[in-house]
């Protein structure tokens, strides 16, 4: 899972689709295709500000989606780009409706299983970093009272 | 692992090409681990699998990305192709139009691996010979004309699975032996783990890239 979930796309194919997606909306019409084409390469790029854009595109096609099949991949897609933003709640909550569609489906549950890894040591540091500053900030409120006794 | 920090001296990229539900999915989970998916749901966008294998003595670790044949991946799969050592593609002996495909099939990875990407061609589904609908020996002089690789296999049975792996990584290894493959060029697919510990010099790899715990 790993594999997939850091893999980073070529810079080069990223601007190919972009061209073609640019093109496309300024000829007012943006195929389907083209645009999963776009949010895909979006989702793997190194960049948040790209990861947000193509969750927004997936979202966008997921509105007028009507065949299983293709809301499936969507959402997945949309879980993967949520995964790498690190939002796993948000993440969960994709990977639950795939599963709603598609009960058996290994990818989801192979994504779920790696999200609540990442929770789990995320969470383990998060509360490192809360405990450590409320240590920092006691010393500080120490050295205030200290100071203050001084004078 | 005495020898050095890798347990393996080479590592080998393949991909899995070919229609959907043609069973490559099945073929990497039957080789990856040894059982067979009754129900296996299409592929979303790519799969990915890893195993060690031995080849004339030499210890090398296979990383498989596995492509969906859905139409709708077909863009973005391609960007997997780029440094694919070997290539499977596969075609089910069931079903006539998965056959027909291949050329298709074969000219994208022709125009997306590099000259020596060992391609290896495989009609799945063989244990369903009742059902057949493309002949052996078709499939066979197909694959002689356009120099590829060819069994017959079953990710139900296990029939000619490993076969197909392995002798697609022995013919790699064979093509690195006699410097046609060249190690250092861009894409070649495959990476040299040197045994000793040296400093890892990667060119084409991400930085950070993780060991692969798929
Ligand atoms: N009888 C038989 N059935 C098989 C074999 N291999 C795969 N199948 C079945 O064929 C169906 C499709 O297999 P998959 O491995 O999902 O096919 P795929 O090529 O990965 O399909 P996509 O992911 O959509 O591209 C599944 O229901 C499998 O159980 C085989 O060797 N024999
Ligand atoms: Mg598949």
């Known amino acids: 899972m790993d594999s997939i979930i850091q893999d980073h796309i070529d810079p080069a194919d990223l601007k190919k689709f972009e061209a073609l997606y640019r093109d496309q909306t300024r000829r007012g019409k943006v195929a389907e295709k083209t645009q999963f084409d776009y949010a895909w390469c979006l989702i793997r790029s190194r960049y948040q500000e790209d990861m947000h854009k193509g969750v927004a595109l997936l979202e966008d096609l997921l509105k007028n989606e009507k065949d299983d099949l293709a809301k499936r991949d969507y959402l997945y897609y949309i879980a993967v780009g949520h995964t790498r933003l690190k939002e796993y709640e948000r993440a969960l909550k994709y990977i639950d409706a795939v599963t709603r569609i598609e009960p058996g489906n290994h990818q989801a549950r192979q994504l779920h299983q790696y999200i609540k890894k990442k929770m789990e040591k995320d969470g383990l540091v998060g509360m490192a970093i809360v405990g450590g500053a409320a240590l920092a900030l006691g010393g500080l409120v120490g050295l205030g009272a200290a100071l203050l006794k001084k004078k | ?214």
């Open chain 2, 1 to 214: 692992m005495a020898a050095g920090p890798y347990n393996y001296s080479y590592i080998f990229k393949y991909i899995i090409i070919g229609d959907m539900g043609v069973g490559k999915s099945c073929l990497l989970h039957q080789f990856t681990e040894k059982k067979f998916m009754a129900d296996c749901p299409h592929t979303i966008g790519v799969e990915f699998g890893t195993r060690i294998i031995e080849v004339t003595g030499q210890k090398i670790k296979l990383q498989i990305w596995d492509t969906a044949g859905q139409e709708r991946f077909r863009a973005v799969t391609r960007s997997y192709y780029r440094g694919a050592a070997g290539a499977l593609m596969v075609y089910d002996i069931t079903r006539r139009s998965t056959y027909n495909h291949l050329s298709s099939w074969l000219t994208d990875a022709r125009n997306l691996t590099n000259p020596n990407t060992v391609i290896f061609l495989i009609g799945n589904k063989c244990d369903l010979d009742a059902q057949r609908d493309v002949t052996y020996e078709e499939a066979k002089q197909f694959a002689e004309e356009n120099g590829l690789m060819f069994l017959e296999c079953s990710a139900k049975t296990g029939e000619n699975v490993e076969d197909a792996f392995l002798d697609t990584a022995k013919k790699i290894y064979q093509n690195i032996q006699d410097g046609s493959l060249d190690l250092n060029a861009a894409e070649s697919g495959v990476q040299h783990k040197p045994a000793t510990p040296r400093s890892p010099i990667s060119n084409d790899q991400p930085p950070s890239k993780e060991g692969c715990a798929c």
